[in-house]
Nanobody, 118 residues
């Protein structure tokens, strides 16, 4: 079982920066994919960035967000720069794990609010 706890959200002005962190308890395997999703109010959850065999970013955050993973500490972080009002959302940490037999499991954090507003 994996439990994820996010921190670092808050209110920031446009153009500002925030760093989100996610601490995982339980075993995290190098084969797990760790990532960040966000869900704006009234909209579906969307993948923002993930790190597994490769690193992927949603197009609107490329060049502004950086995901980093520390396997030794079981942590994943998201450095967000040049924030825009449209980045406002609840951000969720995620671990995707492939299981035997072709199945997989997702673990989720509780979410942290990021608000970009002047």
């Amino acid at each position: 079982q994996v439990q994820l706890v996010e921190s670092g959200g808050g209110l920031v002005q446009p153009g500002g920066s925030l760093r989100l962190s996610c601490a995982a308890s339980g075993s995290i395997f190098s084969s797990d994919v760790m990532g960040w999703y966000r869900q704006p109010a009234g909209k579906p959850r969307e993948l923002v960035a993930q790190e597994g065999d490769s690193t992927w970013y949603e197009s609107s955050v490329k060049g502004r967000f950086t995901i980093s993973r520390d396997n030794a500490k079981n942590e994943v972080s998201l450095q967000m720069s040049n924030l825009k009002p449209e980045d406002t959302a609840v951000y969720f940490c995620n671990v995707w794990r492939s299981l035997h037999g072709g199945t997989n499991i997702n673990y989720w954090g509780q979410g942290t609010q990021v608000t970009v507003s002047s």
